[in-house]
DNA sequence: ATGATTTTGTCTATTATTATACATAATAGC
DNA sequence: GCTATTATGTATAATAATAGACAAAATCAT
């Protein structure tokens, strides 16, 4: 039965953020799955549903999944409900992106860019790119349903700033949320860029495991790890920084830390560079080893293999403590092929006890795009649809930007009260 | 209004599930904070809070808390309503306790104990000191809420089993939940010494903590890892083996695994004791290294200081990688006072980022009894009161040990149908 | 085609929960 | 003692959600 005026069909769909929740999580697909999974009744549910469809938030595909009686029909979120703006900042470029909440790209662009150009000057770029992608791809994107930043430093992803001195000079502690939340009306989330890489492979590969320790070797070394589905950040988002990790040896190479010793100044891109340059190759970057490694340059494979190894010294602590059941080894370096990963392999093996390496899998990360950018991207949408960013997103819809404060019972405003 | 019959009482029992949980596990203590926390209602609070009272499972406490106006009135679990059996399997002897629900220790008794009796054997004798304990505590200790069992080895959590070899020989992958089900009707919960040391830790001390790193050094040496307020596991229970991760240098020494150069060969109990024992001494264990450290021998506090900076030295790698808020050392060395931290906190300074090492803490954990066992019990009631646990208890108390299938609505039943 | 099977929608009466308002209670500070 | 403040209980009417039953729809295996 319709409710009495609009107000009652506005509240109608701010309920319905549970079930919109588990259907754009794909925690539920079909109706069925939707009964089981929400708890509520049968009658609750399709009244909700109803409303979302009637909203044309969510729609029904067209395929069907097979169920032994009449197929289930799937459900599924309307792609036009909004776009993602994402931004991936690099040492030496900003990419950025424009995707749709599956999300996948739809519209992506690359500005040259100094680091050192400072968090204003970036921020206000990034905005200008942003409102460019959006200009390009028209205006049948919806509503923009988020923005994510990508950064190359430690992030202390609650407050969303910088922490600690990095290669981002002049951000440590800057706010980055307000300046873009001046831009746009959404919700900012900042992190750190190997984290992203983490989020995506787990989010799109291997979703079924529980935990995941993925290891970026490019020109730095980086690691992220996920704990029971969730993102470990550690206590000031410093977590994974295996690549200053000190062995004692004989001759210890600085590292560009100043400590000696490190994981990096071994066996980071950089490292490799440096040791190849001393050769008589020329490299830079991890890109100019990886060339010469595909080119088959028998030195470049030696440090390529050298530097699994040395990675492999660190990834056997970390197997030792964490006891992972997958490791992702992504970056640039893993483009090499296997060397470095029989490398990493071989030390894991010898240093671990068995029931540690009994089901362990360390595999290389499939080759993509810019996993940073789309991470960001798969931050945004994750948080959307989750639970609370459901409610959050239908409340933005049913009345506009304005805040749900308003009309609210006596235990939900008590909630508030205490939440602020 | 009260309901029509006796069925109807234990419905609303049964329905006050939520509101028991977060009374039991402190999240809510007084009326207005569970009107706050439960997002219901204040009619819904009252008599669900009602019903609790009135079965006697939730009373007033004497004391009120200050809240400018009428002070509130403390809620608290009635200590009648239950206990926790939990042992401690030690190498050499068996601990056994009877808890309260709080928990705190009520009985306890100690046996003499080889680890080569096997599970079976073992396991009955458990259960023979358990009926004991309850025998010796008079009848008035309620229904027996659940049991915990700590092993000094690698659990695999989920399913209550020994994984791996280790020093229980002849354990791996038998069940231990079963056969302690047959003898007491209530669930049974099985890990690993060092996490519950870590859990109780964290629980009694530190919960305001969001993660917490816990370093056991006594005759062996493991870690235990609270992220996010939840225990670490690992993929297969092994996670915290932070006692076999080894190190190159000259003249490695020989492990107790085989291996060589291990943590463990260098700074455990067992091998200062070795150490001691090569210079003259008289000591056999962590514990005999302790008495002539409190005698201030000189070998004996210089072999411990050395220690440290080998503990230190795998500390600084976790700290880089976890990015831990808090790091508590406990175990038989910890009692040695500060020799061993110093240690460990000059190499952690000495190795990790500023940034990692700006806000943590590194501290000794404070001396206690079986601090395991004590986790063993937190890990029952922690259980027991979550939101599931208390529905399950609940429904034990309304209807014996009846099994709650019977009467659910079409919604709930499907879950049912489908979680089988 | 037929029957078994599962999905999906809807009706009715009942039950659970909320909103709202009012009243009382218990403290601290003045 | 008075007042401000917060805690707590309850009555009433209205709303939300459920249970339980039924029926139709859409597939598969035979």
Redesign the interface.
């Known amino acids: 039965m319709p409710p009495r005026d609009g107000a009652g069909e506005n509240a109608a769909l701010t309920n319905a953020s549970d079930i919109f929740s588990l259907i754009a999580t794909g925690a539920a697909v079909s109706r069925s799955a939707l009964?089981?999974r929400s708890?509520?009744?049968?009658v609750t549910v399709t009244q909700r549903l109803n409303a979302l469809i009637a909203a044309d938030l969510i729609g029904e595909a067209a395929r069907t999944l097979p169920s032994g009686g009449r197929p289930t029909r799937v459900l599924t979120v309307n792609p036009q409900i909004g776009h993602v703006l994402v931004a991936n900042i690099g040492e030496s470029h900003l990419h950025l992106a424009l995707m749709s909440p599956e999300p996948a790209m739809v519209a992506q662009s690359t500005l040259r860019y100094e680091v050192a150009e400072g968090p204003t000057a970036t921020l206000d770029r990034i905005a200008g790119g942003f409102r460019q992608l959006q200009a390009e791809t028209g205006g049948d994107n919806g509503i923009l349903l988020g923005i994510g930043l990508s950064l190359p430093a430690?992030v202390d992803y609650k407050r969303g700033r910088v922490?600690?001195?990095s290669v981002m000079r002049g951000w440590d502690n800057v706010d980055i949320i307000g300046p873009m939340a001046n831009h746009f009306d959404a919700p900012v989330y900042v992190d750190n860029d190997v984290n992203l890489m983490t989020l995506y492979e787990y989010r799109r590969h291997f979703q079924l495991a529980?935990?995941i320790l993925y290891i970026k070797v490019g020109t730095g070394i980086g690691?992220g790890?996920i704990?029971?589905g969730?993102m470990?950040?550690?206590?000031?988002?410093?977590?994974?920084?295996?690549g200053?990790?000190?062995?004692?040896?004989d001759d210890p190479p600085l590292c560009r830390?100043g400590?000696l010793g490190c994981v990096e100044a071994r066996a980071a891109g950089w490292a490799i560079a440096r040791d190849l340059r001393a050769l008589g190759f020329k490299a830079e970057n991890a890109r100019d080893v990886i060339a010469l490694v595909d080119e088959q340059v028998p030195e470049a494979v030696m440090l390529l293999r050298k530097a699994g190894r040395v990675i492999g010294e660190?990834t056997?602590?970390?197997v030792?403590?964490?006891?992972?059941?997958?490791i992702v080894v992504g970056g640039t370096l893993a483009r090499g092929g296997d060397f470095l990963l029989s490398g990493i392999r071989e030390l894991v093996y010898q240093?671990?006890?068995?029931?540690?390496t009994?089901?362990?899998n360390i595999i290389l990360a499939p080759p993509q795009g810019d996993i940073a950018l789309l991470g960001a991207g798969q931050l945004v949408i994750d948080n959307t649809f989750s639970p609370a960013g459901s409610a959050d997103l239908l409340n933005r819809i049913v009345a506009g930007a304005a805040p749900p404060t308003t009309g609210r019972?006596?235990?939900a405003k008590?909630?508030m009260d205490?939440a602020g």
């Open positions: 009964l089981d708890g509520l009744s049968r430690p922490v600690g001195p529980d935990d690691a790890f704990a029971d969730k470990f950040r550690g206590a000031h988002g410093a977590s994974g920084d295996i200053h990790i000190q062995f004692d040896s830390c400590k660190v056997a602590d970390v030792s403590l964490l006891n992972p059941g997958l240093r671990c006890l068995p029931l540690a009994r089901e362990l019972s006596e235990s008590r909630r205490r």
